[in-house]
Nanobody
């Protein structure tokens, strides 16, 4: 089993920054791809970013490219997403997820999920 715990959410003004963290525990994550997803009220969950556990490959949704950066510290079993130039449309609950090495942008590809952390961006 893998347990994922997100932190770092909060309220920020448009143009501001936040860094979300995802601490993983349980089974070794040496071969997992880690992803961040988000879900806004009344909308479907959407892919934000992913990173292979080696860190050699990252992927971003077009809506966050150039503003968000995903990273990981394998020795700490932690994944981060640095969110800059935040917009009101970034408001959502952000979820961390762990999946097999080839997990992509679909939530169904990920088997483990955290409980989510709320990000609210005011205009």
């Amino acid at each position: 089993q893998v347990q994922l715990v997100e932190s770092g959410g909060g309220l920020v003004q448009a143009g501001g920054s936040l860094r979300l963290s995802c601490a993983a525990s349980g089974r070794t994550l040496s071969s997992y791809t880690m992803g961040w997803f988000r879900q806004a009220p009344g909308k479907e969950r959407e892919f934000v970013a992913s990173i292979t556990w080696s860190g050699s490959s990252t992927n971003y949704a077009d809506s966050v490219k150039g503003r968000f950066t995903i990273s990981r510290v394998s020795t700490k079993n932690t994944v981060y997403v640095q969110m800059n130039s935040l917009k009101p449309e970034d408001t959502a609950v952000y979820y961390c997820a762990a999946g097999p090495p080839r997990a992509g942008i679909r939530g169904s590809e990920y088997g483990y999920w955290g409980q989510g952390t709320q990000v609210t961006v005011s205009s």
